[in-house]
């Protein structure tokens, strides 16, 4: 059983930045990618961000496209979302999840394992 642990998450002004970690533990960690989505209160969860875990090909929501960066580390089996430029639509819990299906797209319904999530909190 694999096990995703989010962290990073805080309140931070709008215009500043934050990093969200995922930690991975477990058996053999070698998913296919990771994202990471999100969900503001009162509405469904989003795909915000998603790296392949061997090439590091990226793909982004056009909400954070140019703002936000994913990256991971193999050997530390961690993945990383830094975020610049918060706005307070980016407010939500963050999550993220791993697929472990070779050649499974950034959809939830893709994705075998989830962390908790991480509180974000952008204030005007």
């Known amino acids: 059983q694999v096990q995703l642990v989010e962290s990073g998450g805080g309140l931070v002004q709008a215009g500043g930045s934050l990093r969200l970690s995922c930690a991975a533990s477990?058996?053999?960690?070698?998913?296919?990618?990771m994202t990471w989505f999100r969900q503001a209160p009162g509405k469904g969860r989003e795909f915000v961000a998603t790296i392949t875990w061997n090439s590091g090909a990226t793909y982004y929501a056009d909400s954070v496209k140019g703002r936000f960066t994913i990256s991971r580390d193999n050997a530390g089996n961690a993945v990383y979302l830094q975020m610049n430029s918060l706005k307070p639509e980016d407010t939500a819990v963050y999550y993220c999840?791993?697929?472990?299906?070779?050649?499974?797209?950034?959809?939830?319904?893709?994705?075998?394992?989830w962390g908790q999530g991480t509180q974000v909190t952008v204030s005007t």
């Open positions: 477990g058996r053999t960690f070698s998913p296919y990618r």
């Open positions: 999840a791993a697929a472990r299906s070779f050649g499974g797209d950034y959809s939830e319904k893709s994705h075998d394992d």
